[in-house]
């Protein structure tokens, strides 16, 4: 009997635990193998990721932040966007109220925290685009080809990462309207 209830239990809760979730680390984030580790020099992970033929994409995050789940569980994990992730970005995890050093294009250093607040970043998940290549002067917030605040469904994310890669902040079109203009072309 007792043996019973815990093969019911233990498969109950494998049934609840979504089947293609990251694991978390000590400080409560997920860790996807698409993350990567860096010295957090903004300029050098930049021309790094550069001559990867990579872009940077920083994700702030924070720890039981909802949102931030629901990416790693339902969104992150589908092929394209897994794909893009390990392949097109140089992906940097930033703890919203962390205290690993960054320094930016302009050489100021700041703790996660302080930087967070410095590139206005409020929210988790959010996501900042860098530029291909570092800029001569001014900040990531200046120079961010694009900043993506809040959890998304899988469609917006992968235009967003895809419209990133094609330079779509450079042309005159919107975001929405390009989003717009797939998804018409994907119904014909």
Same mark, same amino acid.
Request: charged residues 25%.
């Given at each position: 009997? %007792?043996?019973?209830?815990?093969?019911?239990?233990?498969?109950?809760?494998?049934?609840?635990?979504?089947?293609?979730?990251?694991?978390?680390?000590?400080?409560?984030?997920?860790?996807?193998?698409?993350?990567?580790?860096?010295?957090?020099?903004?300029?050098? !992970?930049?021309?790094?990721?550069?001559? $990867? @033929?990579?872009?940077?994409?920083?994700?702030?995050?924070?720890?039981?932040?909802?949102?931030?789940?629901?990416?790693?569980?339902?969104?992150?994990?589908?092929?394209?966007?897994?794909? %893009?992730?390990?392949?097109?970005?140089?992906?940097?995890?930033?703890?919203?109220?962390?205290?690993?050093?960054?320094?930016?294009?302009?050489?100021?250093?700041?703790?996660?925290?302080?930087?967070?607040?410095?590139?206005?970043?409020?929210?988790?998940?959010?996501?900042?685009?860098?530029?291909?290549?570092?800029?001569?002067?001014?900040?990531?917030? !200046?120079?961010?080809?694009?900043?993506?605040? @809040?959890?998304?469904?899988? @469609?917006?994310?992968?235009?967003?990462?895809?419209?990133?890669? $094609?330079? @779509?902040? $450079?042309?005159? $079109?919107?975001?929405?309207?390009?989003?717009?203009? %797939?998804?018409?072309?994907?119904?014909?």
């Amino acid at each position: 009997m %007792m043996k019973t209830i815990l093969t019911a239990a233990a498969t109950a809760l494998c049934v609840a635990l979504p089947a293609h979730a990251s694991p978390v680390g000590e400080d409560g984030l997920h860790k996807p193998d698409w993350i990567v580790e860096t010295f957090r020099d903004m300029r050098e !992970d930049v021309e790094d990721a550069a001559a $990867e @033929g990579k872009r940077v994409l920083l994700m702030f995050e924070q720890r039981g932040c909802i949102y931030c789940t629901r990416m790693h569980e339902n969104v992150y994990p589908d092929p394209e966007i897994t794909r %893009m992730l390990s392949e097109d970005y140089m992906v940097i995890q930033i703890n919203l109220f962390g205290n690993v050093p960054i320094t930016d294009f302009d050489g100021t250093t700041l703790d996660e925290r302080d930087m967070a607040r410095r590139w206005g970043v409020v929210f988790t998940p959010t996501l900042i685009f860098a530029p291909e290549s570092p800029p001569e002067s001014g900040t990531m917030r !200046d120079a961010a080809a694009m900043v993506m605040p @809040g959890a998304f469904e899988r @469609g917006t994310t992968r235009l967003m990462l895809q419209w990133v890669l $094609e330079k @779509g902040y $450079e042309s005159e $079109e919107h975001f929405q309207h390009y989003v717009a203009r %797939m998804l018409s072309n994907s119904a014909d």
